[in-house]
């Protein structure tokens, strides 16, 4: 009977023991302080360009989206204009749904895109498949250093492709880009971009689609003050659209951050018209 008893002490020690070691540990406020928190998701702008049908027209329209930024920004911007949903009343979505980029090549300022075959179930006539193909180059041509698209399916260009959605077709590819398809905005900044850090003399590039070519900028603080202001004329003036750069100098200002204005004057009251504002930071 003391046998049993020494056992079962034993045993209950050993069990105590056991338990002590596998237990979870009780959190403490400190090690709750300290545990890692998520890792936040990096954002980037891409500017894709979508078709609007409007009562008596149809054109492209420019619109910048926020992504998730990726290693391949081209590829993400070829999807959002596929999945994403436009800004603008009356634009609409070209490409099937379900179309997937199986790549994108790049070489001496041509990209060549690799689609899958869905992209040639779209079911369009003539004025929005070129819209449609002019959607897609734009887009890419927004990229630094890209002049030229061309498209392949499955990674070939077989009857069927060249074909395309049925009217135009891929017969003349490479592509250029065709900005005066765009009808809006009537001026877009494509340096400096949105949030970019500044110093003087900033250089403004874009393209515009203005009243004889001429438009004017200026460079102010987070205040509203005006560090900097001058005028430029447009390589071309409406109906067609032309590039533009605009250098400005200014003194360091007081605030860290500050926006850029792009303006043309009203020809009937030689008002003001805001066409493009871009947010900027001062280094």
């Not at 609007?52 to 081209?74: A, C, G, P, Q, W």
Request: aromatic share 10%; net charge negative; glycine share 8%.
């Amino acid at each position: 009977m003391k046998r049993l008893l020494t056992f079962l002490a034993f045993f209950t020690l050993l069990i105590s023991f056991l338990g002590g070691c596998f237990s979870t540990p009780t959190s403490s406020p400190s090690s709750t302080s300290s545990s890692p928190s998520p890792t936040e998701v990096q954002k980037a702008l891409v500017a894709v360009f979508y078709p609007v049908m409007d009562e008596s027209d149809f054109y492209l329209v420019r619109e910048v989206h926020e992504v998730i930024k990726t290693t391949n920004l081209m590829k993400t911007a070829l999807e959002e204009l596929i999945r994403g949903v436009p800004h603008t009343p009356k634009a609409f979505r070209v490409i099937p749904e379900g179309t997937e980029i199986l790549g994108i090549e790049v070489k001496e300022g041509q990209a060549v895109v690799n689609f899958s075959r869905k992209v040639l179930e779209a079911n369009v006539g003539s004025a929005l498949e070129a819209l449609g193909i002019s959607s897609i180059v734009n887009t890419l041509c927004e990229f630094p250093g890209i002049e030229m698209v061309s498209f392949q399916v499955e990674g070939k260009v077989d009857q069927e492709t060249m074909d395309w959605w049925g009217h135009i077709g891929l017969y003349e590819q490479p592509f250029k880009p065709n900005w005066n398809s765009v009808m809006k905005p009537a001026i877009w900044v494509t340096w400096p971009l949105p949030g970019e850090k500044v110093e003087s003399p900033l250089t403004i590039r874009g393209k515009a689609m203005v009243f004889e070519a001429s438009l004017s900028g200026r460079i102010k603080d987070s205040q509203g003050k005006t560090l900097a202001q001058g005028n430029t004329m447009a390589s071309k003036g409406a109906p067609e659209r032309g590039d533009f750069q605009l250098k400005l100098q200014f003194n360091p200002p007081t605030t860290e951050e500050g926006y850029i204005e792009i303006f043309t004057y009203s020809p009937k009251d030689g008002s003001e018209i805001i066409e493009a504002t871009v947010p900027i930071k001062f280094k």
